[in-house]
């Protein structure tokens, strides 16, 4: 009976060891060979891989938890061990995440990608349960399937696509951002824990004090300094922070008129930050390897690319701002815009004087009565005609001429919902809408 048992463990051991296996080299060698063949075949285009790619990062990046947490409510295990994360065997998650995430967007060169989706989930479907034992599924594991569907396939082909074609700009920059803030506020935090044996609770348990208020307040500034470049990378220079789908104009205001790597610099001080919130010098490590990665290969790579596309003007932008400290003035040429605020009416009359005692870079104040059209609030417009905004989202536009502490107010003054909560209390606070009277123009603030 024993000899039984033993046989039965050792073939059981052998049939996981082969389906872990499995699951990682078939998606592994499909992946290779659509690569290979992509790089000569028909259709063959980079923006294709870096789809791909991005397609492959959200899908490890958001399967991991998903699974985590099927784990967690019991809609079904592993029975494996090894190279796990929170239970998950994380090899098995990367091959997943193989066929979710590069495989459909690879495939694209040849066929529609709504179908090859729809079979990845049939395929999933009857595949599952012939998994056991590395997985073991309960009655309730559609709900994980459906989850996993919804949050990790069908957003990692959007992206993967739209990065691809080129279209979407703002749906492929929105998910990039979510996908990359992800990584550098769970994932990476979540592997430094790992490594020195804590845990998500048990650094949490440990916050909540004076210090960690004000780091917490000095963390969400960083991220909204760092999505202010990446939303100027999309609406001023047509493209994203991704090397693969690359801006096709140069962008020398928002936060790059103050410095040349502000999404970068940004990362590294939200690492570091968070390791003063968390009491975890393993995040220490992580800014500082990336700030030499930065500082290294991808600013080699990025200024030899640079420099190709744009020439003189990217020397010339270069050599007004540093890669790692920021400029306290903005940019002394940097794109110019107009402010155009009402000098009839209060309170918005003492605007344009405000900004107009103040040194600024490029900015423009005008009277609201001299607007061509019809105003109903304050309104900067750029020069290049990419930026136009009303009201307290105005201002913010317009405090980015100044000096670096204002630009941050005014980074600050425009971010999502924060945005919309200052434009609502402005109002309430005598800030609505008005006429001015000469012209019958309206304007506000």
Do not use: K
């Not at 033993?6 to 080299?25: H, K």
């Not at 870096?50 to 099927?70: E, I, K, Q, R």
Request: a neutral charge.
């Amino acid at each position: 009976m024993s000899a039984v048992i033993v046989s039965s463990a050792v073939q059981t051991g052998l049939d996981i060891a082969v389906l872990r296996s499995a699951v990682l080299m078939v998606p592994l060698v499909s992946v290779a060979v659509l690569w290979i063949a992509g790089l000569w075949g028909v259709g063959a285009d980079v923006r294709v891989r870096g789809g791909a790619l991005l397609a492959l990062l959200w899908s490890t990046v958001s399967l991991l938890p998903v699974n985590a947490l099927a784990v967690r409510l019991g809609w079904w295990s592993f029975g494996t061990d090894g190279l796990e994360w929170f239970e998950v065997p994380v090899d098995v998650i990367f091959g997943w995440a193989l066929l979710w995430g590069a495989v459909p967007i690879l495939l694209s060169r040849w066929v529609n990608p709504l179908p090859i989706v729809a079979v990845l989930v049939t395929a999933d479907v009857l595949v599952m349960g012939s998994l056991e034992p590395l997985v073991v599924l309960t009655p309730s594991w559609w709900r994980g399937e459906v989850l996993a569907v919804a949050v990790c396939l069908l957003p990692a082909t959007a992206l993967g696509m739209a990065t691809a074609s080129g279209r979407a700009l703002r749906v492929r920059v929105v998910l990039q951002m979510m996908l990359f803030a992800s990584l550098l506020v769970f994932v990476i935090p979540s592997a430094a824990f790992e490594a020195t044996g804590r845990s998500w609770a048990g650094v949490l348990a440990g916050t909540g004090g004076p210090l960690d208020s004000v780091t917490i307040q000095v963390i969400a500034v960083l991220g909204i300094v760092a999505m202010r470049a990446v939303w100027d990378f999309a609406i001023i220079g047509h493209g994203t922070p991704f090397p693969w789908d690359p801006p096709t104009r140069l962008v020398t205001s928002g936060p790059y008129a103050y410095v040349a790597n502000p999404m970068q610099l940004c990362a590294v001080l939200i690492l570091a930050t968070g390791a003063v919130l968390f009491g975890a010098p393993a995040l220490i490590l992580a800014a500082v390897a990336g700030a030499a990665f930065s500082s290294g290969i991808a600013a080699w790579n990025e200024t030899a690319h640079l420099t190709a596309r744009f020439g003189p003007a990217w020397n010339e932008h270069r050599s007004q701002v540093r890669n790692w400290l920021p400029r306290w003035h903005a940019r002394p040429d940097r794109a110019s815009g107009t402010l155009y605020a009402s000098v009839t009416c209060d309170p918005c009359s003492v605007v344009g004087p405000w900004f107009t005692r103040r040194p600024s870079a490029g900015l423009v104040i005008a009277a609201a009565e001299d607007h061509p059209g019809t105003l109903r609030r304050v309104r900067y417009e750029s020069s290049d005609g990419c930026v136009v905004a009303d009201g307290t989202r105005a201002i913010g536009c317009a405090l980015e001429h100044l000096t670096l502490g204002w630009a941050v107010v005014g980074w600050v003054m425009r971010a999502p919902v924060l945005a919309s909560v200052i434009a609502l209390v402005t109002d309430a606070s005598g800030g609505a809408p008005r006429a001015i009277p000469e012209r019958m123009s309206e304007s506000s603030e």
